[in-house]
């Protein structure tokens, strides 16, 4: 899981919630389907193999959405079992109140990703690369224009056995990067924090690289 009971409880709850009402199916299906219906197949299951390259996302969107959507859900279980500690005799209030704050954390989620990544909200496949004249078109309506050339994905071709690919960007630690459509691990280049992008193994002629930053 990407996020702990403990974490649940000091990122949504003032009073720590005992831990045993956290349901592990509730955490997985949020995690996995309301996390997933956002962020799409392709980053999640990037999120899911190697978290810790993800350091801004993870601490700053995706653990506050899981939190407060967890609590939704959790407070909802608590309130058709009826059973309701002392702590929570305004039970129908906390949950219209972590729903607004799910909601809240949300809207940041999809707002980074689509300034850092280019996935659109509810877009249909998961991961979006703006290559079109019509995503660019649509990122025109939404961010201004001198914004759209720093974060608009590098493109390459591949010559043959070529490993090095320079950049017109840094390399993040939470940057994409794929070959021929398929998500490649961190772990199998190297060039973070620089202008190059430097796989460890050759690629072959007219091989396909996508860089997102």
Known sequence: ?????????????????????????????VQEKDLRAILGDTLQDAVNADPTSFPILLGSYIKPFLAYQIKYFTLRLINSDLIIDASYTNLTEAIDQANLMARQQKSSLQDYIYSTYGILPNSIGGFTIPSSVTSTAIKAEIMPSTEIDDLAPSEFTA???????????????SSL?????????????????????????????NDKVIVTF
């Open 1 to 29: 899981m990407l996020i702990t009971t403990a974490e649940i409880n000091t990122i949504a709850f003032l009073t720590a919630l005992d831990v045993t009402y956290f349901k592990d199916n509730v955490m997985y299906s």
């Open 177 to 205: 990067v794929f070959v021929n459509e398929a998500f490649i691990s961190p772990s199998e280049y190297t060039g973070i924090g620089t202008l190059s992008l430097n796989f460890t193994t050759v690629l072959d002629l």
């Open 159 to 173: 010559s043959a056995s070529q490993t090095i690919f320079p950049l017109p960007q840094l390399l993040k630690r």
